[in-house]
């Protein structure tokens, strides 16, 4: 079986404890790996080691850094199969996405290397002083990651964080470990000094709580769900940490009656269902303008219908298993509670039959109408392959709905009128907006939330100044 230890200082190690835990695949429950549990002690270890490391990190010149970072990028690239291959056994994402994912990875890496050099700072003539301003690297910064792009979303963290000169300790997910720690691993291995970058893995009541209180780190970067954002502000409060939160989310969809119904369709359907419903921008709630509600509702179901369900090993596959049984197990509440609220079942809301989905986690996408606001698929994140249709008389009531939510990372809309665009973009409260298109995330541009989806921002040069310190110099002339 696959062996996976952690990384600190440079060298693979077991955790001090010596115990260990087993991943198992979520497409037939098969053990893959076996990894080292770490404790608050490892994670400990690995904050000196990133402390050590800083001050030749950040004091290195940022063409260098930008050098080593291609090469983390190429060596990413070149471990991409092995990486993709970890990520699908682990998660259960389809092989392509998982690839997709770890080249995406490698693309972030790339870009930050390249931003790294564009850490400008100020000039100000005042009478008789001077004003310097400048941008340094705030310190050890601790990465704590999901598990749904668990590659990606550290990619995210980890290219920002040593362009700008920090070091760094990750915490992926405890379930799903491998693929992320032999992304770092790769970029460990492209000539960072030791101790620049850390993998530390364990329970995140543990070895997340002690890299977010021990106070050699000065930067918490975390990506996961709202409740366990909410514990990490209030702890990284004891030492006023800088944080960044990107949490979960409930994205509404609003279908105009002018939208081009065949792409509206094509895009809503993808962004449902991609992952099994487990992306913090899926589509969640879809509201769709009564005069097309019908046709719609017609399509998509179609479309749904015609996704293939399998173990993401097997070629062609579009939907894997769901990542484990407390998640299938969350979706079929949620589902049960609409059905008891007068909601209509159109499509899914079971286990898919046949013998190769008895040990997997494994879930139709489920489409349901007639749904209110009162049903949880509405109101709380399902994180599942669930898509309730609400149909709406007027744009403003579509965007009322769409806000009477507690989350506000990604909020979409179909329309080919340019001022219902630019109206709804303004009016919905979401950190990201897309028009004509299911996805609110580029790399050159800033992602993240409002309201209790989170705050700060990741990717484009946003990413970067989240990593930096601001500082003021004032020069008698
Ligand atoms: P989670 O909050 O349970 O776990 C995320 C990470 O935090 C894990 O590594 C976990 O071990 C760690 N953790 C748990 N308790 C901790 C603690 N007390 N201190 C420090 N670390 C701790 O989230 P999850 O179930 O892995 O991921 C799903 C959630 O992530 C969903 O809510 C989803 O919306 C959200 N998400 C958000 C984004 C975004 O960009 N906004 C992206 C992906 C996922």
Known sequence: MYQLQMLIDGERVASRSG????????ANQESVAEFSLGSREDAHLALEAAKRAFP????????????????????VRERSDHIARLLTLEQGKPLKNARMEVMASAGVLDYYAEEGLRNFGQWITSGHSRSIVIKQPIGVAAL??????PVDLLAWKVGPALAAGCTLVAKPPSLAPLAATEFIQAVNDSGLPSGAVNVVHGPGSEVGAELVEN??????????????????????????????????????FIVCRDADLDKAV??????AFSNMGQICISINRLFVAKEIAEEFTAKFVERTRRLKIGDGMEPDVDLGPMFSESQRCKTKEHVDDALKRGAQLLYGGCEPEGESY????????????EVDQSMKVMREETFGPV?????????????????????GLAAYIFTNDLSTAIYASEHLEAG???????????????FGGWKQSGFGRELGHYGLESYLETKHIRIGV
């Open 144 to 149: 704590i990651t999901p598990w749904n792009f």
């Open 358 to 369: 008895q040990k997997g986690f494994f879930y139709v996408p489920t489409v349901l109408s």
């Open 387 to 407: 898509a309730p249709i609400i149909r709406f008389e007027s744009l403003d009531q579509a965007i009322a709905m769409a806000n009477d939510s507690e989350y």
């Open 215 to 252: 106070p050699i780190s000065r930067k918490i970067a975390f990506t996961g769900e709202t409740e366990t954002g909410r514990w990490i502000m209030a702890h990284a409060a004891a030492h006023i940490k800088r944080i960044s939160l990107e949490l979960g989310g409930q994205s509404p």
């Open 56 to 75: 030749i990190w950040s004091e290195m010149s940022s063409q260098k850094r930008c050098e080593i970072l291609h090469k983390a990028s190429a060596v």
């Open 266 to 271: 094509a895009a809503s359907v993808q962004r």
């Open 432 to 446: 990201g907006i897309g028009v004509n298109v299911n996805n609110v995330v580029d790399l050159q541009a800033p």
């Open 19 to 26: 115990k260990a835990s087993i991943i198992r695949n979520p």
